[in-house]
């Protein structure tokens, strides 16, 4: 289930990682004073906006997702608890930049160390979560280039676990929102993490106790997600919001804003994408979550049809006003022979305004059908080939 539920999100994220070209009829951007940025919309899976995503980049304490991302895949497969406490080294101790103030004195619970990291954005924090889950943080960084590219990052190269500039070190845009969105997507008991607006360890500085996040304080629909600042990578933020919309529900959208001049700076230009791509475009359900797109026929099984859709809704965005231009076709290979199994990929779902395309979302089988008995399969061989 767990391999069937990854590739069914990868093949989400596959708008993504795939050329961002923007649609003729697609609205202009405002001006965003970042040197890069890239908004998606998450629900549906489409870019909305994007300047220079595969340009290399320093990641800064973005980093952090990753590592994030590999705890609490470790904690899924009870490698370690929340309420585990790790030994804080003095390796960690001494980590320079943004802190949680530990020592090697404590003990300290996982859910704090990630309170630490994620709030705090503490690379004293971050060293001692990578060095429990992988022993060393020599392997941790092992682990964290060997799952980006599992996830398909393929401009992205760790070379520690909390950020700090060091040469060969970097990301795109395009790969942090594959990340984000997955991060979002495969952990979503996790997510409350990065809406913590306030924390701080027992004993450590109360004046170091708020998110670098300043959007969690000014805009109620911004649940996350994460700040980054170097003197060469200047200053970022991965935000991601979701606003409940009629006859869609929850729509979520991720905006990534690299190389802002200030903190004030990539905040504002954040929350400008943001709001732009919820007024600028129109979130149009075209089938709900199980529901069957197609009904095609089956030959050789134990039924005669086979229900293909999504297991989520199928969401696409469009430029405001414009839903009542929208057309659809369905693509696949003929005949269909069984067997098929749920989860199967099957075909896409093109989806088209005024004629031109604007997505492509995969479609896989609903149900299982099996093989039929042997005259059974003997009969449409000849439908078939008769036909």
């Given at each position: ?31 965003i ?50 309420e ?18 530990i ?88 997510m ?77 230009e ?8 919820y ?29 293909i859709?999504?297991?989520d ?75």
């Amino acid at each position: 289930m767990k391999s069937l539920l990854s590739s069914l999100r990868s093949l989400a994220c596959a708008a993504l990682m795939a050329p961002a070209i923007l649609w003729a009829q697609a609205p202009q951007p405002p001006e965003i004073a970042a040197r890069n940025y890239l908004l998606v919309d998450v629900t549906a899976g489409q870019v909305l906006a994007a300047k220079d995503i595969d340009a290399p980049v320093e990641q800064a304490s973005l980093t952090k997702l990753m590592t994030g991302y590999l705890v609490f895949d470790a904690l899924r497969a009870k490698k370690i608890t929340l309420e585990q406490r790790l030994p804080v080294s003095e390796r960690a101790w001494k980590m320079p930049g943004s802190r949680m103030f530990i020592d090697p004195k404590m003990q300290v619970p996982v859910d704090d160390l990630l309170k630490g990291m994620i709030v705090q954005s503490g690379n004293d924090a971050t060293m001692a979560l990578a060095e429990g889950v992988g022993g060393t943080a020599e392997n941790f960084v092992r682990l964290m280039n060997e799952q980006a590219k599992a996830l398909g990052m393929k401009n992205t190269a760790y070379k520690n676990p909390e950020g700090l500039t060091e040469p060969g070190h970097t990301t795109t845009a395009r790969d942090l929102a594959t990340l984000a969105t997955r991060l979002i997507q495969d952990f979503p008991e996790y997510m409350h993490y990065y809406s913590t607006k306030q924390y701080r360890y027992e004993g450590t500085p109360a004046s170091n106790s708020n998110n670098r996040n300043t959007l969690l304080f000014r805009d109620p629909t911004v649940d996350g997600l994460k700040t980054g600042h170097t003197a060469a990578a200047g200053y970022c933020l991965v935000a991601t919001s979701k606003r409940d919309f009629p006859n869609v529900g929850q729509r979520r959208l991720l905006s990534i804003v690299l190389g802002a001049a200030s903190e004030n700076s990539r905040a504002n230009e954040s929350q400008k994408l943001l709001n732009w791509g919820y007024t600028a475009f129109d979130a149009v359900k075209l089938f709900d979550a199980g529901q069957a797109a197609d009904t095609p026929a089956v030959w050789k099984g134990t039924q005669s049809t086979l229900k293909i859709g999504r297991p989520d809704a199928i969401v696409v965005t469009v430029p405001s006003g414009s839903a009542g231009k929208l057309s659809t076709e369905i693509v696949r290979k003929d005949p269909l022979i069984a067997p098929f199994t749920k989860g199967q990929p099957i075909g896409a779902l093109k989806v088209r305004l005024g004629g031109e395309q604007v997505a492509e979302v995969p479609l896989v089988a609903l149900e299982d059908v099996g093989q039929a008995g042997i005259f059974g399969r003997a009969w449409d061989a000849i439908r078939l080939w008769i036909k």
